[in-house]
């Protein structure tokens, strides 16, 4: 498709490697352990972590090669995630 | 003389009352362990709901037993006890669906369509520096790159 999923959390490097070994991923998983970039994208979940961390809360931005947003899905329930064929729709369009 | 046989009475096991309650626990962990997995499942829980009411008809159906004037069954002590403790089930997991997921921030500044993304340098799983722009102008091996897909989630998985 040519788009490059780039997966971003508070998890530390060290998990997101434990992640991507169980999960077999092969993209890209980047750790941001204090929200900096979560906050800098207002995604930011205070408390809702386990032990009462900061986490993100869920968020997709599809960008185009200039890193213009073209599209974005910010769910209202944790439960219900964008499916697939919403993002692809999205991916054509590029 | 033994007592555990006459405290029985010899009454058979009141099993619509034990097995309802096995289920509506059933009800309850087979959404986060199966169900939720698949989003046809997930995002409107009708098996769990399904689950629940057929447990709750089994309990229905052992408690008549347990209060029935003919004294067939036992469950008298047990039954209210189960039936609490599989409402209670019920009402966690109303919990969980209808509250926890929705309580979720606003998000009210988040960048826009249209907007450029905020840059950002992070490290990757491989312990790598990776800024946004470097992901941006990397070419995929065959394709050059269309765009990204910025995927913030949770974490903690």
């Known amino acids: ?94 | 003389m033994p007592e555990d046989s006459a405290a029985t009475n010899g009454k058979p096991r009141n099993w619509p009352l034990w097995s309802g309650f096995v289920l509506s626990l059933f009800a309850l962990v087979s959404y986060p362990s199966l169900f939720a997995r698949y989003p046809v499942t997930r995002d409107v829980p009708w098996v769990n709901f399904l689950l629940f009411a057929l447990a709750l008809v089994l309990l229905f159906v052992g408690l008549r037993r347990a209060f029935a004037p003919s004294a067939l069954y036992r469950g008298k002590v047990a039954g209210p006890i189960l039936a609490a403790l599989s409402v209670a089930a019920l009402a966690f997991f109303c919990l969980i669906v209808f509250y926890f997921g929705k309580n979720l921030p606003a998000a009210s500044q988040a960048p826009r369509v249209g907007q450029k993304a905020p840059d950002f340098t992070l490290t990757d799983a491989n312990g790598s520096t990776v800024s946004l722009a470097a992901l941006l102008s990397t070419s995929a091996p065959a394709h050059p790159s269309k765009g990204v897909l910025l995927i913030f989630y949770r974490g903690y998985w």
């Open chain 1, 1 to 94: 498709m040519g788009v490059r999923p780039v997966a971003i959390s508070v998890d530390s490097p060290a998990e997101s490697q434990d992640l991507c070994r169980k999960a077999g991923y092969t993209y890209t998983l980047l750790s941001d352990p204090d929200a900096e970039v979560i906050r800098r994208y207002d995604l930011l979940h205070k408390g809702a972590g386990v032990r009462g961390h900061d986490i993100a809360r869920p968020a997709e931005f599809l960008l185009d090669s200039s890193g213009v947003i073209r599209w974005v899905n910010l769910t209202g329930d944790l439960r219900i995630r964008a499916r697939p064929d919403q993002m692809l729709a999205a991916a054509k369009s590029l």
